[in-house]
């Protein structure tokens, strides 16, 4: 019998009794660094399926690099036996975030929960999101509409159902207390993404590969030094 999501919480909840503290823990708002670097940098957050098929970081960081930009992205961070999670929460309490978002950074949950911890360290705040952001919305992204952005949290809302209906099926206690964490994680990505990706499609960034590439990315190193300073 389905009794609801809101009784699958609770029973989670009671699941995990004792691993409450751990979950809260995870999902603490990150402070971002309390005073720009000494030189400027800012993170990168993009899907590798994209930039596998269209190609762009390593120009776009090339570019930065030579205005003095220092580019911080997980491929050139990241050692072996490094936790993923960490550069994650780093690059989500960054001061300047260059989002290159596409249909596969909408859907895949590593991009999300980056975007979405930008905007829970921004209190879920218009101006303060809007100020810690650089995107780059590609051309395949969808989210200049409302029903492109509905398409979008309509698809992390069936994921979160599915799981639901998993959890119920075969018991909360089947779930630990990271994957009951990313369980209500997705929940809030369908809630928020439609705001999230409304507010980064109404910042004023060239869209077409010739005009963003234009002077070396001189366009988008003027914004992410607008964002630093």
Same mark, same amino acid.
């Given at each position: ?15 995990? *009794? ?48 030579? *205005? ?83 398409? *979008? ?6 994921? *979160? ?69």
């Amino acid at each position: 019998m389905n009794t609801g999501s809101g009784v699958v919480l609770k029973t989670l909840r009671e699941a995990t *009794h004792g691993r409450d503290e751990s979950v809260q823990s995870a999902l603490k708002i990150t402070d971002p660094p309390p005073a720009p670097p000494s030189t400027p940098e800012v993170y990168v957050s993009f899907a590798w399926k994209q930039d596998r098929v269209e190609p762009l970081l390593d120009e776009l960081i090339a570019g930065l690099t030579r *205005h003095g930009i220092q580019v911080r992205r997980d491929s050139d961070e990241l050692q072996p036996g490094d936790r993923i999670s960490e550069f994650m929460k780093r690059l989500s309490a960054g001061r300047c975030v260059l989002l290159v978002i596409s249909t596969d950074y909408i859907r895949s949950p590593f991009c999300m929960t980056e975007l979405h911890g930008i905007w829970i360290n921004a209190c879920q705040r218009e101006d303060v999101f809007l100020k810690r952001i650089v995107p780059l919305v590609q051309v395949d992204a969808g989210i200049s509409t409302i029903q492109g952005r509905m398409a *979008h949290a309509a698809y992390w809302k069936q994921q *979160h159902q599915e799981l639901d209906a998993l959890i119920r099926e075969h018991g909360a206690d089947v779930l630990g207390a990271e994957d009951f964490r990313c369980f209500k994680l997705i929940g809030d990505f369908y809630r928020h993404v439609g705001d999230m990706l409304r507010f980064a499609d109404d910042v004023l960034v060239p869209r077409d590969r010739p005009t963003l590439s234009r002077d070396g990315f001189a366009t988008v190193c003027e914004l992410i030094h607008r964002t630093l300073a």
